[in-house]
C-alpha cells in the first residue's frame, strides 16, 4: 500500500521559517518524481513545487521561487520543503504528491498518490 | 502560463452523465496540453482520476471506475471530464491540470463543486 505522509506543520510567525517533511512507503521512492502543492483552506489548489526522481532537476511556482527549496533523500524515502521569509498568504494545507513518472512535467501524467497534508499557518 | 477556467459549481441528477469542462485560456490550445483530472471530497486529498491528451494517449487512474471519462472539445477548447451514472458517492470538487513547459509550471483549474441531486 502506498502511504505519504506529511509533517512539520503548524504555527508560524510572519518572516519565519519551516521545514516540511513527507514519508513515503509501500513505493519505490527513488523511481518517481514528486511535488508538493497546497490548498488554503476552503479554496483551490495550487502547484509549489516538483523534483525529479535523483534531485536532477527541480520547478517552483512563481510564488514561492527564492523562499522555499524542495529537496529528497532516497536513502530516507523522504521529500522536504523549506519554506522561509513567510507570509499569510502561505498559510494553507501542504499535500505532498507522488508523479507517475520518474521526471515529472512533459512525462507526467499525473499526481496518483497524494498525502493527508499538513497545515501551515502564519500568524503574529 | 495558460488559465485552466473551470465553472464553480454543477449539479445533476442520480444516475444522468455530466460533463465537467476546463477551458484553456486564448493563445493556448487544448489539443497542445495534457489534462489531468482530480476529485477532491471535504477533508480529504485529491485522488487522481485519469489523464487525457487524445484518444490514443490517455490514462485511467489505478482503480478508478470506467465511467469516468476524459475528451477534448476543440470548438470550446476545453478538457471534458465526464461521468456516466452520476453516484451519490461522486457529489465532489473536480480539479484540472495541466504541465507548461515553456513557463515550466504546473497550472491547476479553480475546481467545480459537483452536487449529486
Known amino acids: 500500500e502506498v502511504r505519504l505522509v506529511e509533517s512539520g506543520g503548524g504555527l508560524v510567525q510572519p518572516g519565519r521559517s519551516l521545514r516540511l517533511s513527507c514519508a513515503a512507503s509501500g513505493i519505490k521512492f527513488d523511481d518517481y518524481a514528486m511535488h508538493w502543492v497546497r490548498q488554503r483552506p476552503g479554496k483551490g489548489l495550487e502547484w509549489v513545487s516538483s523534483i525529479n526522481w535523483n534531485s536532477g532537476h527541480s520547478d517552483y511556482a512563481n510564488s514561492v521561487q527564492g523562499r522555499f527549496t524542495i529537496s529528497r533523500d532516497n536513502a530516507k524515502n523522504s521529500l522536504f520543503l523549506q519554506l522561509n521569509s513567510l507570509s499569510a498568504e502561505d498559510t494553507a494545507f501542504y499535500f505532498c504528491?507522488?508523479?507517475?513518472?520518474?521526471?515529472?512535467?512533459?512525462?507526467?501524467?499525473?499526481?496518483?498518490?497524494w498525502g493527508p497534508g499538513t497545515l501551515v499557518t502564519v500568524s503574529s | 502560463q495558460p488559465v485552466l477556467t473551470q465553472p464553480s459549481s454543477h449539479s445533476a441528477s442520480s444516475g444522468a452523465s455530466v460533463r465537467l469542462t476546463c477551458m484553456l485560456s486564448?493563445?493556448?490550445?487544448?489539443?497542445?496540453?495534457?489534462i489531468r483530472w482530480y476529485q477532491q471530497k471535504p477533508g480529504n486529498p485529491p485522488r487522481y482520476l485519469l489523464y487525457?491528451?487524445?484518444?490514443?494517449?490517455?490514462?485511467?487512474g489505478s482503480g478508478v471506475p470506467s465511467r469516468f471519462s476524459g475528451s477534448n472539445d476543440a470548438s470550446a477548447n476545453a478538457g471534458i471530464l465526464r461521468i456516466s451514472g452520476l453516484q451519490p458517492e461522486d457529489e465532489a470538487d473536480y480539479y484540472c491540470g495541466t504541465w507548461h513547459s515553456n513557463s515550466k509550471t504546473w497550472v491547476f483549474g479553480g475546481g467545480t463543486k459537483l452536487t449529486v441531486l
Open positions: 486564448s493563445g493556448f490550445s487544448v489539443g497542445d496540453f495534457w
Open positions: 487525457y491528451h487524445s484518444d490514443s494517449n490517455k490514462g485511467q
Open positions: 504528491a507522488k508523479d507517475l513518472s520518474s521526471s515529472g512535467g512533459n512525462y507526467s501524467r499525473g499526481f496518483d498518490y
